[in-house]
């Protein structure tokens, strides 16, 4: 009988833990120009795929049946007008989740505060960014992706893993990890006044962010993205919970 409790209570904890859906974690970013995994039905359900783009921007239509451009034998990417935006002051974004936690995540969405802090250090830039919203939608999983951990699509994010990104952003997209704001971390530095190393990043990720995508007007603006929403915050802190999806994310899903 006590052997029986015992399994009972351990078979509850399982089941709370696994029911966890608001918590505290951080923020990475990627852009690997790869057909999202929620493209694909067995990932996301039937109907609820998320969309994926040949190489000039077309929708497929049959995206679930397209291999992605990262597999070396087929002809899907990242839609490219699934870039972060803002509007009235919050931020809107599409992102990869833990793959252990993938079942029934595809097109769900998640409210982001972040709390002005980083994950591994915590600069000007983190503290700019204390008490501003995301909205993120699953429209990924990764492998890669802690507990906790939300991916954001960003151009010049870094391609991670995997990179398509040859054929439509060219190669040179900074750091595999952390992409162009990796590159600026490394070139400024970690020592120094606050103040300098929050303008320092800032200026040294908008140039890049600009030599990088000067020829397509939808991958700046989404890097910019991290330059001015995010303050070239670096993997920040934050609180998140679920939150119904936004027509804004729904209608590029």
Known sequence: MKALNIFVIFSLVNIILNDVTSGKGWASRYW????????WSNNSGEGNEAKSCYKD???????????SICTGNGGAHTCMFQIPFVKDGVGYA???????EA???????????????????????????????LIIMASNIGYDVEGGQFDIMIPGGGV????????????NMGERYGGLLSE??????????????????????????????????LALKGCMFLVDFMEAAGNPALEYEPTECPKELKDLY
């Open 32 to 39: 690997d120009c790869c057909k999202p995994s929620c493209a």
């Open 57 to 67: 921007g077309t929708v497929i239509t049959d995206s679930p049946y397209e291999q």
């Open 94 to 100: 599409f992102g990869a989740v833990p793959g252990a």
């Open 103 to 133: 079942t029934g995540t595809c097109g769900k969405c998640f409210k982001i505060t972040f709390t002005g802090e980083g994950k591994f250090e915590t600069q000007g830039n983190h503290k700019a960014i204390k008490g501003k919203q």
């Open 160 to 171: 991670g893993a995997f990179n398509g990104c040859s054929e439509t952003l060219g190669d």
């Open 184 to 217: 600026c971390e490394n070139e400024v530095g970690y020592e120094g006044g606050e103040e300098e190393i929050y303008l320092s990043r800032k200026q040294c990720l908008s140039k890049k962010c600009s030599k990088t995508f000067g020829s397509n007007e």
